[in-house]
């Protein structure tokens, strides 16, 4: 049974940038079966996804994040890293961490559902 | 468009069938998932590829679809079942969609 366990600082200054670390354990994150994703939930709201990335390195990212956003993996380290440049007040959630199943069809590979999350690690964004 | 659109709230007797609906454009083409979400804790998958059950789920949970809307339902439902459910679906442009949210409430 993989787990995944979000950690980093819990408060950041607006306009500096936010890092979390993911760690996997029980799975490996060069398993050819998943793509690893981080998503977060703004207090009281619903959930929004982030981005997602692949052993390879190859990440897909929210577009209303984009710019801002940069999510890496560490194969021999087995977790998964996410940075958000330039935060705001609105920056401020719950983020998650999250396995993504993958769907094969006719030769091409896409994510599917979030198959295992970790418990989320509040951030708050406040001078 | 990339919206996925849930109702706010969803209310049903214990015992009782409910029924979550999920719409979206593009749904007819794309498999969805769903997930529960108690109050202070992670989502939990509770279905996946429109109407595949995880193990563990209990079988009063079935999924379903029908042309852009997808339905959760959950049958007898019992008090425990009260929570927060997301649907989600993967567009082609705006990746990761998810539902705004049913609040589901047994009384």
């Known amino acids: 049974q993989v787990q995944l366990q979000e950690s980093g600082p819990g408060l950041v200054k607006p306009s500096q940038t936010l890092s979390l670390t993911c760690s996997v354990s029980g799975g490996s994150v060069s398993d050819n079966d998943y793509y690893w994703s981080w998503i977060r939930q703004p207090p009281g709201k619903g959930l929004v996804w982030v981005g997602y990335i692949f052993h390879s390195g190859v990440a897909y990212y929210n577009p209303s994040l984009k710019s801002r956003v940069d999510i890496s993996v560490d194969t021999s380290k087995d977790h998964l890293s996410l940075r958000l440049s330039s935060v705001t007040a609105a920056d401020t959630a719950v983020y998650y961490c999250?396995?993504?199943?993958?769907?094969?069809?006719?030769?091409?590979?896409?994510?599917?559902?979030?198959?295992?999350w970790g418990q989320g690690t509040l951030v708050t964004v406040s001078s | 468009s990339s919206e996925l659109t849930q109702p706010p709230s969803v209310s049903v007797s214990p015992g009782q069938t409910a029924s979550i609906t999920c719409s979206g454009d593009y749904l007819g083409q794309k498999f969805a998932s769903w997930y529960q979400q108690k109050s202070g804790r992670p989502p939990v998958l509770v279905m996946y590829?429109?109407?595949q059950r995880p193990s563990g789920v209990p079988e009063r949970f079935s999924g379903s679809s029908s042309g852009d809307t997808v339905t959760l339902t959950i049958s007898g439902t019992q008090p425990l079942d009260e929570a927060d459910y997301y649907c989600?679906?993967?567009?082609?442009?705006?990746?990761?969609?998810f539902g705004g949210g049913t609040k589901l409430t047994v009384l």
């Open positions: 590829e429109d109407d």
């Open positions: 989600q679906a993967w567009d082609n442009i705006t990746g990761g969609v």
């Open positions: 999250a396995r993504i199943t993958v769907l094969e069809s006719s030769g091409f590979f896409f994510p599917n559902y979030f198959e295992s």
